[in-house]
């Protein structure tokens, strides 16, 4: 990118300070006229190299007065330290419209209407771009400064700098959102801690949404800005207008700063804002240069961050020079036109208007002259119309092959470049301590890494928690199988099609006051890979130590591309409430230590074949048939780790107010059930030139029909719904809700327990990870119904209410919660929960402050502490 010039052993070099002598960072400093330019690195100091001739040269930092100096280079450098001044913004004498509005929101009504004009004008480029990053820690928990310190100090690394990266890409762009960056150069030292600017830069503030946040160019920004006219500069014969930018509500997902807009091409010139996610803060510079007439594109970005997590206080900063670049514009919006603000030119606004009334886009902005005046109003319509004609015209994603999916290349020889390389390619000089860096990564870099047989087993491994019937979703990826496998578990490649997979001991063990302790062992066969056809097959047994006595399944599957059909027989326990399941571990744990059996179950010997069918993204069934001899079970242990003799093990048959004591007698029986879900709207989201249906922000609808008979058995017929929809409010806020209902149709009630409609009750501290999947106090069998019944759980997740008014709980990343859940049934008496949560605490933990109600009346308190939930909220687009 620069070894044209930086070879040349002639040019300037010195520093960029402000009045105060104080260095300005990764200013710009470019030969006018041409794309050649440097940057000043973190002291401010800069060096750049030129042929021998006459320059003309710029010195530019955004908010100070640009510095346009002559230089006559010779065989040598020549030094010049440039002292910048706070930039001087003209304030016209008349800053108030006749009306009384503030000018700064006709300016932004004509940079708004204008956005997706300046969005969709180019449709192809390519660009060089390097990207410089370091970062460090400020603060360390005390308890561990002294071993961090001392780790640093052992390794040679500067503990002020614990991260260093650079790197050179070739950047390649199709419009609409098609990125292809080539990392031809990289080096690296440290970890950035996901504080990586990327998704900014792939990002354009001239889009509705800037990484989740809402920017101040989006069409509803009047709703959530407050927008004040500074004043104006010059730049290039251009008028640059200043506008102040302030949330009209502080906090995540949304920005606050400066904004300049070029008058007149209503472009951005420059912004600099600031914004929160997850209350660490980002810092945002980015100046825009004609590459073309009234083409203004990125050319210089600084992004600094920098917050505080768990007792870790950091900063990070990011400099991107954007240059060399190659556009190819939008042929249909090649003619210039001139926005009128309806609220300023009211007649002239009119006049277009009526002019234009009824046309498309072909026929309006297609058959415009050049500058042609348009309404703000008549714009935004003509572009809307026009990027709609676009995604339709755009191939489906199932039709076509896409590119590949990686939006970034790494050249085989990007980590290989040595410093000779980086000095003539660096855009602007190291500091001392960024070249004691690399010299500690060159030395590393010199040391052999460890045989592939020295690596450690099972690396790339993910277990999890165990789930309701007491197995673990997963266990590690093993090698060679050792005996201490018959207690860890483990997942083993036979060969290059199919796996053999072991859970043993430590992923079957539990407790409950039926059984006592129990544990088994799983062996599941399958085909590697996502074939057209994939199979699995295994078996289970598991041993009782209390009741004494053997469990067993068998199982097999196929599957393929959005189908799947499951078979399953043998003898097991289930719980009453099998469509809401406890988890086994924590039953584990209530039982033990805290006295609490919650967990019902029966024993079953059964057969089962489930067929799943997902037609679409947005609608798919399942149809089920079930036999089950269902065998009555009772506690046959009281062990318990500390004894309350307040607190008893209730009996194994769930108190309830339904029915009577015969509802848990043995029998027979034969369960048929189907079910449906829709996701019924969706938005096109374009994808690498080809368009596809999005469903992740459709509500969703599930119906199911169940139907049960057999020997000795009334037959039931059970119809339920289910409703799911989360739905964003305003910048950052979020409504999550499930309401569910059903009952059994005719005269006919279920006669047993087992078939009763059970509610997702909850009365463990531990809160759902999905704060609408459950009640936070009900009780899991008490107001179990065979009648009809509804329910309706509802969680809104606020951007700004209580403790997030003050800006420490808004830095910390706080969010609250209102929590509200009811359920009415023939036996419930109007039960409701009202609850207040704080979600995010040290980013990952939620409490929440629950009470409940019975016919209105304030029944009991609780509190519940969980995982952190709705992280897309905050995350959406990073």
Known sequence: MLASYSLQAQGIKGKVVDISGEPLPFASIGVMGTSQGVASNVEGEYILALAPGKYKVRFQYLGYTPIDTTFTIGSSYTSFRAVMRPEVVALPEAVVSGNGEDPAYTIMRRAIAKAKYHSLQVDEYNAMVYIKGSGRLLKTPWLLRKQINKALAEEGIDSTVAFTQESVSKLHYIRP??????????????????????????SSFYEPQVVNGISPLAPDAFGHYRFEYMG??????????????????????????????????????????????????????????????????????????????????????YFAKLNDYKIKLNPDLEVPVTVLDVKVETEDAKASDAKMKNRSFDEGLLSLDSGEELSAKQLRKMMREYEQQEIEALPDVDTVDLPNLSTQVIDSTAYKRDSAYWQTMRPLPLTDYEVKGYQRLDSIAAIPAPPEDETEEGQDSVTVMLGEDGFSANVKRRTDFKLMHLITGGRYSLNDKTYLQLKAILQSINFNTVDGFHFGYELEFGNSGNKPLNWTAGALGRYAISREAINYEAKFKLFGKGWSVSMQGGNQTRQYGYDHPIYAWANSLYTLFVNRNYMKIYEQQFGRIT???????????????????????????????????????????????????????DHKAIITEGSVWVKPFWKYKVERGAKRKDYSDSPMLTLMYRKGWGEDYDPFDLATAQFDAKVAVGAGSQLSMRIAGGMFLGDDKPKYFHDFAHFPGSRMIGSPANPVSAFRMLDYYLYSTDDQYAYGLFNYQFRRFALTQFDYFRRQGIRENVIFNTLVSPQSNQYAEIGYGINYILRVLRVEFVTSWQDYTYQDFAIRIGVATDFDSIFGGF
Do not use: C
Not at 179 to 197: A, C, E, F, H
Not at 235 to 244: E, R, Y
Not at 300 to 311: L, N, P, Q
Not at 631 to 639: E, H, I, Y
């Open 611 to 665: 067929y799943k069918q997902n037609i679409s993204k947005a609608v798919g069934f399942d149809v089920t048939g079930e036999y089950a001899d269902r065998k009555r079970l009772v506690n046959t242990t009281d062990l318990v780790f500390f004894d309350d003799k307040s607190l008893l093990y209730t009996d194994n048959d769930p108190m309830h107010l339904a029915g009577n004591d015969d509802v848990f007698n």
């Open 232 to 317: 104006f500069i010059q730049d290039g014969g251009n008028v640059i207008n200043k506008i102040k930018v302030t949330p009209r509500a502080k906090g995540d997902s949304v920005f606050e700063g400066f904004i300049y807009i070029v008058d007149n091409v209503w472009s951005i010139h420059s912004l600099d804002l600031a914004t929160y996610i997850w209350g660490i803060r980002f810092d945002i510079q980015q100046q825009f240069e004609p590459i073309l007439p009234d083409v203004w594109l990125p050319v210089h970005e600084i992004y600094d961050v920098g917050g505080s997590v768990f007792g870790f206080a950091f900063e990070y900063r």
């Open 177 to 202: 959102d098609q990125y292809r960056d080539t990392v031809i150069s990289i080096r690296t030292t440290g970890d950035d801690n996901n504080t990586s600017p990327s998704s900014f830069i792939y």
